[in-house]
């Protein structure tokens, strides 16, 4: 290919890159010079060595995405790239141990046969788990193949669970946020609810707690949904445990969010960009930053590194692709 064809592409690209969007796609121009053989994946390299230097010595780190929503012809392929380069900096670093991924939900659109769907969800499974590191997962509304009404709905099988980490004190909670028979599908089981007020009341005195979950606890903070379903009573052991947590995180927003207005002041609640390729402004509650991204360089990519300081209370979020770093600190949560 010529240089003047790869300017022209360059151009193409520059003009059409916004109108990446969730469901509704681009004309097949923005994706045709993406999936030609001739991508130059420097920039996965360059972003991974750039992340790398960013991180705070000695915290383990765990890769933190959100929202991938797979797809055949999608970014995965590169979102995986660029996983495992940035597993192969860290390690070869010696900076900080990488400990693990975290994905908080929407592994696939669930819009296909069930059979499909869980082919898509198990292959993105095992690419994670290839990184050689433990895969924690949070189910979002999308992983129920219930979207648009698809009638081959599933249901997870551990709606909720913890993991301790005893060398950091830290108990990381993982909670479900979603069910297609309710009339409010958005929210949370009273049985969920239960739970995880034992599992912070049986919590070693001295271990601090941080919450995953797919969608907010609070309506305002999301755009999709018009109530959230036993949003008060979450609320109330949210706030009987402030204390105990680091921090409330969720993806679904598609965007970057901080919020540091609960009453109980103790912790904030952090949404997380979407991993998927994707730019639209719409949908978005107030206060969202969405960063642009664009195919076949460093913003096409959009996710975090977390590393948690226990004796600090300190949790940070070093940004690979489009973003910014984020830091939770004094009980609130700032932008870089």
């Known amino acids: 290919m010529s240089i003047n064809s790869m300017d022209d592409i360059s151009i193409r690209i520059k003009e059409n890159y916004k109108w990446i969007y969730t469901y509704d796609y681009a004309p097949d121009s923005v994706w045709d010079e993406w999936r030609s053989e001739v991508a130059d994946y420097a920039w996965i390299q360059e972003e991974a060595g750039a992340v790398t230097e960013r991180l ?68 993105c499974i095992q690419d994670m788990q290839s990184l050689n590191v433990p895969l924690y997962i949070v189910p979002g509304n999308h992983d129920y193949n219930y979207f648009r009404g698809n009638p081959e709905v599933k249901y997870p099988d551990r709606p909720q669970y913890y993991v301790d980490f005893e060398d950091m004190h830290l108990r990381m ?73 680091l921090a409330f995180i969720n993806g679904h927003n598609h965007c970057d969010h901080l919020f540091n ?57 070093t940004r690979f692709g489009a973003g910014s770093d984020r830091y939770v600190e004094n009980h609130k949560a700032y932008w870089v």
């Open 56 to 123: 705070h010595e000695d915290l383990p780190c765990y890769i933190l995405l959100s929202d991938s929503h797979y797809v055949i012809n999608g970014t995965w392929d590169d979102t995986m790239k660029s996983m495992m380069a940035l597993s192969e900096r860290i390690t070869g670093s010696k900076k900080a141990p990488f400990a693990g991924i975290i994905h908080l939900g929407d592994l696939t659109d669930g819009l296909l046969p069930l059979e499909k769907t869980r082919q898509f969800e198990s292959r």
């Open 173 to 245: 909670l993982f909670i479900d946020s979603f069910d297609p028979r309710e009339v409010v599908r958005y929210g949370f089981t009273e049985y969920c609810i239960h739970w995880l007020d034992a599992a912070l009341n049986m919590m070693p005195a001295d271990y601090k707690a941080i919450i995953f979950s797919h969608v907010t606890p609070l309506v305002r903070l999301q755009a999709w949904a018009k109530d959230i379903r036993n949003r008060q009573h979450l609320i109330e052991v949210l706030n009987k445990h402030a204390e105990k947590i």
């Open 261 to 317: 207005d609960l009453n109980n002041g103790q912790f904030p609640i952090i949404s997380i960009n979407c991993a998927k390729c994707e730019y639209f402004l719409e949908h978005k509650p107030e206060g969202a930053v969405v960063p642009e991204r664009r195919l076949g360089d460093r913003t096409q990519e959009s996710f975090d590194i977390m590393q948690v300081d226990v004796k600090k209370r300190k949790i940070y979020f």
